[in-house]
């Protein structure tokens, strides 16, 4: 995977310092982390009408995304195939690692399988493949274009926006 390109990001009013001081640009390593370690994530969508929706989820980092599941009616898979647009966090709000991305039902064996495994590796469940039936469930892979995350010690000089966009890395 290549790196993604760290940033400060534009916080007026934060008093957040320059990349060069305080902690400084956080590296990769630490988002990372995060998204892999966090037993819950918030997801958030938006209604068709604009209404914004929140709901928690178990979810996995594998592969560069994120990845997570819910039956296909549910209000979060309804609003993704509407509008793929999604923004998801970990669940420690002192060190938080937010992900803005673009959410894709996945279908294919292969992939599903791998998510399947990670989340009984994770969650040490022991969920078959009739779990994840694509015709009652929706498995979510979730791409980032950015993450931001910060630490709460260093609240002025950790926040780090990490940029996924191509021309940007």
């Not at 604009?50 to 819910?70: I, N, Q, T, Y």
């Not at 992900?99 to 040490?124: I, M, P, Q």
């Not at 694509?134 to 260093?154: K, M, Q, S």
Request: proline residues 8%.
């Amino acid at each position: 995977m290549a790196v993604p390109r760290a940033t400060r990001p534009h916080m007026p009013g934060y008093g957040t310092l320059p990349a060069d001081q305080g902690t400084g640009l956080l590296p990769w390593s630490w988002a990372e982390k995060r998204l892999r370690d966090s037993h819950d994530y918030w997801v958030a969508t938006v209604w068709p009408d604009g209404r914004p929706h929140l709901m928690p989820v178990w979810a996995v980092w594998h592969d560069e995304a994120l990845w997570f599941s819910s039956s296909r009616g549910a209000r979060k898979v309804r609003n993704l195939l509407a509008n793929p647009a999604v923004t998801i966090s970990t669940d420690d709000a002192l060190n938080p690692v937010v992900l803005e991305g673009v959410a894709k039902v996945v279908r294919d064996t292969v992939s599903v399988r791998a998510f399947l495994d990670a989340v009984n590796a994770k969650y040490r469940t022991d969920y078959g493949m009739a779990f994840l039936d694509p015709g009652v469930n929706a498995t979510v892979r979730v791409r980032p274009r950015w993450v931001f995350g910060l630490d709460e010690r260093d609240f002025g000089g950790s926040p780090t926006r990490w940029d996924f966009t191509p021309d940007r890395r």
